[in-house]
């Protein structure tokens, strides 16, 4: 009797036991649970909702023509100033060519000018010296004139003489006169001529500078005709082949800067009381899993959320309006160090916890 009695309080003690320990267990793990909530509850800020972003830069030709060379592929990494695309430079070629015998002609015409201008000089000494000739041949003729005229009272000039001397005299007028129309003429062409030259080198007459600027921008049109790369990092979205017709402005291609990438965390509204710029940020991507951490920083917080910014903003004020939690994208500066060793491609998925123990 006394041993079928103790079978079963035999069978009882271990599933006490167990159950004991099971009951240890429980407590243990809320009183850890309860100590990590007291001391790192609260600290962090998380989300899932958060994306690789950078600044790509659109490569747009400058000039427009035909697509000569094209030395990149889709996905192939390049440096800032690399040649991408070479569009066909005949016709810069030979605008170049013009604008220098433009510059030839500007140069030589303004030497003409300064050449012109010892001759009108040299005229213009001529023209003063035919009037001071011209004076004294009138002041001769006046004198003459005079004097006969003196004369023709008492009968010791004849009449014939007193014409000549008044004829002499008329034509000296008319001499001095022309003379003084030629030094005025030869005056105006000088200082006409002046104008052109004057104030300046040859180097800075104004139309040799705008000969030269001409040729500048004949040159810069050439040079543009080779499309490089504005910035380091990925060729994405290529669309340009040899033989197209490239226009201004038209994108050919797009370059990703994979060693500036940052992310953009999409955080709740309810998150944000305590999250300052500076903080430090612990990232994880979709990409690499768990075992890579990136570390970054907050840059900023958008200016708005993205139901503001959508194309359709939401309506609050019409009466069948619902409360919906927003969220406000937050920027976070990402380690370059980091980048180098993991590269990130815009778009990829982003974990994001944001240290908000930090609140100076």
């Known amino acids: 009797m006394s041993d079928t009695a103790s079978a079963p309080a035999a069978r009882a003690n271990p599933r006490r036991r167990l159950l004991t320990i099971l009951a240890i267990v429980v407590v243990a793990g809320v009183v850890l649970y309860g100590v990590y909530a007291l001391l790192f509850a609260g600290r962090t800020v998380e ?44 016709d810069a070629r030979i605008a170049v060519e013009q604008a220098q015998a433009a510059l030839g002609q500007a140069e030589r015409k303004v030497r003409g000018y300064e050449a012109n201008d010892t001759a009108l000089g040299g005229q213009l000494a001529a023209r003063q010296a035919d009037l001071s000739r011209g004076r004294a041949d009138l002041d001769r003729a006046r004198t003459d004139l005079d004097r006969r005229q003196n004369l023709a009272a008492s009968g010791a000039v004849s009449g014939e003489e007193l014409t000549t001397a008044k ?8 001499e001095v006169a022309q003379a003084q129309a030629n030094l005025r003429a030869a005056q105006g062409s000088r200082e006409a001529n002046e104008v052109l030259i004057s104030g300046a080198s040859l180097e800075q007459n104004p139309e040799v500078a705008a000969a030269r600027a001409r040729l500048e921008a004949a040159n810069l049109a050439l040079s543009r005709t080779v499309v490089r790369a504005p910035i380091d990092g990925v060729v994405s979205k290529k669309t340009v082949q040899v033989g197209q017709q490239a226009s201004v402005g038209v994108p ?28 430090p940020v612990l990232l994880t991507s979709d990409l690499y ?48 160090r980091e980048l180098a060793q993991h590269p990130l491609r815009i778009g990829l998925s982003m974990k994001a916890a944001i240290d908000i123990s930090g609140q100076r």
């Open 252 to 279: 050919l291609m797009a370059i990703v800067p994979t060693s500036d990438a940052y992310v953009d965390a999409n955080f709740k509204e309810v998150q944000l009381q305590k999250v300052r710029i500076g903080q």
């Open 47 to 90: 989300t899932d909702n958060a994306y690789v972003g950078a600044d790509t830069a659109q490569v747009t030709p400058l000039v427009a023509g035909p697509v000569a060379k094209v030395f990149v592929r889709e996905t192939e990494m390049v440096k800032a100033g690399q040649p991408l695309v070479v569009l066909d430079d005949s």
């Open 167 to 174: 004829n002499a005299y008329a034509s000296a007028q008319a």
């Open 289 to 336: 899993g768990r075992a890579v951490k990136f570390h970054g920083l907050v840059k900023g917080l958008s200016g708005g959320t993205g139901s503001a910014f959508s194309l359709i903003p939401a309506q609050n004020a019409s009466g069948n309006w619902i409360k919906v939690v927003q969220r406000l994208p937050v920027r976070i500066q990402l380690d370059p």
